[in-house]
């Protein structure tokens, strides 16, 4: 149970933070008064079908402070209304890497036992009489897998879609991943269909490697330059001998191997099989595709880290770690009972691994232990 | 008659629903109370001929007159126009795309390219046989055209463009051509006595194809026997419902034969009923207002990607959800 007084705190640090940067949330919306937006609030309400104008904004926030911070990415010609009396208008074409949609990604986590406020780390499947519970860490190496997927998005938003890099907005979403939100106007009328072809193109769901047209189409492009590099990954799927054989297709030219697939069945599915698993980029496609989406506001904190979705330039995307740049600025330092946390770095540097003791850790850290049940007691430092 | 006129003729005959086609036609054909005249009523009987082999799927690609090639098109859609069934409308629009498909396959590049320019495709010419159109644009269309390598991933797409043959090419016109021939034949406001017992006699010679689109009338479908993503929908009415949610469903019942009475009604369970507001948008869907574009019920594939698609075992191996009324149309006629 997350304690009344830790709760208010929290909620403290959330309205002191949008008190400060209200303006910087109001000018990373475009059009925001044809937007809906929706928050979930501290006692863990959702409320949806809000709309609001820029002059009462902060306001708004003040009053209102959402743990957690939501607007459409669709425009609406009535935002407050139902969804069947909005009027939809367009929406913005946005992607989320999430580290849940990444396939061998697995997610570091703790399973602690908390028994009478005591807390003992649990190896295996060993038993709990108390309160059992997955602590999904987060850690600089998950960040780094998601950006590979996140470079390989923008590198096909700006070479193949020939969208502009100053049109392509790249942020941290605040927990797990990184959102892109393109803004333009040619993307805006798409409709769910168009959307799912976009997905699907950097996707590769689907495929068929006998239906491409062209030797220069991604997929099979990328398909080429993995039978060149990656060994292990395709002794995964296809046998040595067969590896071999279309490698020998290839050495003529790009266009027999193709040919060669179209006739051979079984590698044509080992090969499909093969591209959709290993060259895809892994976004979570449902947020593409559908045109009604709720999508966390730019700037607002994350509820349940207290890191800012925060924006990131693309030259600067290469030195980005969120558990360092993602923390508010004028950051503050708080002492709480620590029940469990492992080593991390934060905000500053390395802090724990903490084990039912007190310390003195950024507010952000607090939040993100005491929201896990981890911590509670705070206290100014 | 001068080389131009001739060549202009020539090109109206291969491509009477291009722009550059229409003021020819407009000029040469569209006083049509001549053709009753004996000398001319040959004209009327070549049309009827034409409209009548469209409707089995059949047209020709060569020809010896440019200009009766061009009128009988012409009359053929007055004809069509006449036997006033959306049906067959869509059955000669689809022949006579066919046709333009064919033709443009052999088409000399500068020429494919005038076309689709004038379809709204911005085509340009690429080396090696290529053509590149916007992505986007492609995107819009092929989505028309069911089968799966229509998808975006099996062509090469560059700096916004994806790259074409002039096959595929052809293809994306003809999706637009049909669409465009269709219009023509929707604008026409009324036949021609002399035009109407043609169509008349149309009707009669295709009473068989009419009686098969009888299969297609869904009147006596009852709610319990919708495909279960409809059943969804319906069951979600009071919830509110997603835009494409909202529009497969509208689509849906108009096409099994709710006016829009009948569809403002069901939408009477939604808590907060707004009576104009619903009305604004069934409506629009149904191209009555706005863009006057008549929406089709969209696929299965459409319908999985919007997220609503919880097949049952009737859904097998069908692609589109009226389908599943025919399966349970058939099933229950063999019972």
């Known amino acids: ?381 | 008659m001068n080389v131009y006129i001739s060549e202009e003729i020539r090109w109206a005959a291969k491509y009477p629903f291009d722009s550059r086609s229409r003021e020819l036609l407009e000029l040469i054909a569209y006083d049509v109370s001549e053709y009753t005249e004996d000398d001319l009523r040959f004209l009327l009987d070549k049309a009827y001929e034409r409209a009548s082999k469209a409707l089995d799927h059949k047209y020709r690609l060569m020809w010896d007159n440019d200009y009766q090639e061009l009128v009988t098109f012409y009359l053929a859609l007055l004809i069509i126009r006449g036997v006033e069934e959306d049906y067959i409308y869509r059955v000669f629009s689809d022949t006579e795309a066919r046709r333009a498909y064919d033709l443009l396959r052999e088409e000399e590049d500068k020429n494919i390219i005038s076309i689709a320019n004038n379809l709204g495709f911005q085509v340009e010419a690429e080396k090696n046989g290529k053509f590149r159109l916007s992505y986007v644009e492609f995107i819009k269309v092929s989505r028309d055209l069911s089968a799966i390598h229509w998808k975006l991933y099996n062509f090469k797409v560059e700096s916004g463009r994806v790259y074409l043959n002039k096959r595929n090419l052809a293809r994306l016109c003809s999706q637009r051509i049909k669409e465009v021939i269709y219009e023509m034949i929707k604008n026409i406001p009324s036949v021609p006595e002399f035009i109407q017992s043609y169509s008349n006699r149309l009707k009669k010679d295709k009473e068989k194809m009419l009686r098969k689109i009888e299969k297609y009338d869904f009147s006596d479908m009852g709610e319990e026997r919708f495909p279960p993503c409809i059943k969804w929908l319906m069951s979600r009415i009071g919830g509110g419902l997603s835009h494409p949610g909202r529009f497969t469903l509208v689509t849906f019942l108009h096409r099994i034969g709710y006016d829009t009475e009948d569809i403002i009604n069901i939408f009477r369970r939604v808590p907060d009923f707004n009576e104009r507001l619903t009305r604004y948008q069934v409506e629009h869907i149904l191209g009555m207002k706005g863009s006057r574009i008549e929406y089709s019920v969209p696929s299965c594939k459409k319908i999985k990607s919007y997220g609503f698609c919880f097949p049952d075992e009737d859904c097998r191996y069908i692609r589109h959800p009226l389908q599943y009324l025919i399966k349970l149309k058939k099933r229950e006629k063999h019972d």
């Open chain 1, 1 to 381: 149970m997350i304690r009344k007084r830790d709760l208010v705190l929290v909620e403290n640090y959330f309205r002191e933070y949008y008190f400060k940067n209200s303006d910087k949330i109001i000018n990373s919306i475009k059009d925001l008064e044809s937007r809906e937006f929706a928050y979930i609030d501290f006692e863990g309400v959702m409320r949806r079908h809000i709309s609001l104008k820029e002059n009462e904004f902060k306001n708004w926030l003040m009053e209102n402070v959402p743990r957690d911070f939501y607007h459409s990415t669709a425009y609406y010609l009535f935002p407050s209304k139902n969804m069947e009396a909005k009027s939809w208008e367009g929406a913005d074409l946005v992607f989320d890497i999430d580290l849940d949609h990444i396939r061998n990604y697995q997610t570091k986590k703790v399973v602690v036992c908390v028994d009478n406020g005591k807390v003992k780390i649990l190896e295996n499947n060993e038993e709990c009489s108390g309160d059992r519970r997955e602590i999904m860490l987060l850690e600089e190496e998950g960040f780094e897998i998601a950006k590979r997927e996140l470079l390989m998005l923008i590198e096909i938003l700006v070479r193949d879609f020939d969208i502009k890099e100053e049109d392509i907005n790249i942020y941290f979403s605040g927990g797990r991943g990184y959102h892109v939100h393109v803004l333009k106007e040619e993307y805006q009328k798409l409709d769910s269909y168009a959307r799912m072809e976009i997905k699907d193109y950097l996707t590769y769901d689907g495929i068929d490697i006998r239906n491409i047209k062209d030797v220069d189409a991604r997929p099979f492009s990328s398909f080429v330059n993995a039978l060149l590099r990656l060994d292990n990954e395709l002794k995964e799927v296809f046998t040595e001998k067969e590896i071999e054989v279309m490698r020998s297709k290839l050495e003529e030219s790009r266009d027999r191997l193709l040919r060669f697939l179209r006739r051979n069945k079984v590698l044509a599915s080992k090969s499909n099989l093969f591209i959709t698993k290993y060259l895809g980029v892994q976004i979570d496609g449902v947020v593409t595709v559908d045109v009604s989406r709720l999508i966390r506001v730019p700037y607002s904190l994350h509820g349940k880290t207290g890191l800012v979705k925060k924006k990131i330039k693309y030259e600067e995307l290469d030195q980005f770690n969120p558990l360092a740049n993602a923390v508010r600025e004028e950051e503050k330092k708080v002492r709480l009972k620590i029940l469990y946390c492992p080593e991390i770095y934060w905000y500053d540097g390395e802090y724990g691994p903490y084990r039912e003791e007190e310390a003195v850790v950024p507010f952000s850290l607090a939040i993100y232990l005491v929201m896990r049940g981890l911590g509670h007691g705070i206290r100014e430092y």
